[in-house]
């Protein structure tokens, strides 16, 4: 892809490229009328330049003139005559016959209006470049949307026969420490830290003791059950997403596998931020809202959980259409750098067709200057989830440890070794 947007560029460049005699066009006012004398040498005069009607020729001329930093002198009586023959033998006598028929100073640009105007043609010709989805992009994006919300139910209305949720924070019965902080009282936004004082959080802050570590071994994450088939169901869907494309079910098996548990979690947050209301910093799932305690009460510690709440206020405030969503997500699952890959230049082929497709599906439908700006940041998006995942991976496995048999075999496969396959 790179090398077609440098080559893209170079034409854009090569088309806004300016002759010195043609650069500066200022004050040229064109007639669709019959072809009239230039002013100053008889020639067939363009249009008006600097306020006389003058030809291509003494338009340049008296721009450099200008410019010059000695004055031009006649060898003669400052009489000479001016045809388009001799208008080069006396340079003093053309100017002063260019200032007789009206051409004036003032309305010459200086260098730097010149490189101003250079620049702002140039934006004005990459920005305003008639941009259209290819039937092969189009195509692409249908696939998707057809995958997607045949596997995405942003009501949630497939997830059922779920082990309720339990946001307590450790039974009463079992741990003295809950007798004195029956529940958690944190409400944890952007705006507000992990690291609270409620007893859940501060417990995190006490594995770098034994005693700390003792209390982390004997608790009991509540919310666990009912996330872990909250996730399970998720992953479900998103295999179902993958085997719906046709780009994904002609790779070979190993790849299939190791593009699905090196991409599971992110497509898994990109679907969560279609629903996250980032005013509230909550997930509205149809008849479930969860909140970002309910992590912390399933086990998952503040250094995953706080990137991941920046991630998708980050993300949400992007403000992306569903079909932007859709080819984010593809773009996550194609990536040809995976552990375990094997087809590498088939999977790359596919997620620069992806992004090419979402870069002009932005160009296309997009409006006002932010659009611009809008593909890097999707793409800033999708490395930070990068960035995410492997602590994901080591946080599922420390609860697995600590609390086993309730995390379903579904998950343990996907974040069992990826980046050691």
């Not at 980050?314 to 984010?328: A, D, F, I, N, P």
Request: with cysteine; hydrophobic share 35%.
């Amino acid at each position: 892809m790179s090398d077609r947007t440098a080559g893209a560029q170079t034409i854009l460049d090569a088309l806004t490229q300016r002759t010195e005699e043609d650069e500066d066009e200022e004050g040229k006012v064109t007639e669709d009328e019959e072809p009239k004398a230039c002013g100053v040498c008889g020639d067939v005069a363009k249009g008006y330049h600097f306020n006389a009607l003058t030809c291509e020729g003494c338009k340049g001329f008296f721009r450099r003139a200008i410019k010059r930093s000695t004055q031009l002198r006649c060898l003669f009586l400052n009489k000479c005559s001016i045809t388009k023959d001799n208008r080069r033998s006396c340079q003093a006598c053309r100017f002063r016959k260019c200032q007789a028929i009206g051409m004036r100073q003032e309305m010459v640009m200086s260098e730097k209006e010149v490189q101003e105007r250079r620049i702002r043609i140039k934006k004005k010709k990459i920005y305003d470049v008639p941009v259209q989805l290819s039937s092969q992009q189009e195509e692409i994006v249908r696939e998707l949307l057809c995958g997607h919300r045949s596997t995405f139910d942003s009501a949630f209305y497939r997830f059922s026969g779920f082990r309720p949720m339990d946001r307590n924070i450790l039974p009463a019965s079992e741990h003295n420490q809950s007798a004195s902080e029956p529940s958690c009282t944190c409400s944890l936004s952007s705006s507000s830290s992990l690291s609270s004082s409620c007893s859940v959080c501060s417990s995190f802050e006490k594995q770098e003791n034994q005693e700390g570590e003792q209390f982390r071994k004997s608790s009991v994450y509540t919310a666990l059950p009912h996330v872990t088939d909250l996730i399970t169901y998720m992953i479900q869907d998103i295999i179902n997403f993958s085997k719906s494309l046709q780009g994904f079910r002609t790779l070979i098996m190993t790849d299939q596998i190791a593009l699905l548990k090196g991409a599971t979690f992110e497509v898994m947050q990109i679907r969560f931020n279609m629903v996250f209301n980032s005013k509230k910093g909550i997930w509205e799932c149809g008849h479930m809202t969860y909140y970002i305690d309910d992590a912390v009460r399933a086990g998952f510690q503040p250094l995953f959980l706080e990137p991941m709440l920046k991630f998708h206020h980050t993300l949400r405030k992007l403000g992306l259409q569903e079909e932007e969503y859709v080819l984010m997500q593809a773009l996550s699952l194609f990536s040809p750098d995976r552990p375990g890959v094997q087809q590498h230049a088939v999977i790359d082929e596919l997620r620069e067709n992806l992004a090419l497709t979402l870069k002009t599906w932005i160009d296309c439908k997009r409006t006002g200057p932010e659009k611009h700006l809008l593909y890097p940041k999707v793409m800033a998006c999708l490395t930070e989830m990068r960035t995410m995942t492997e602590e994901y991976s080591k946080q599922v496995l420390q609860i697995q440890d600590i609390q086993p048999n309730i995390i379903s075999p579904l998950i343990m496969e996907i974040v069992s070794n990826p980046f050691n396959d």
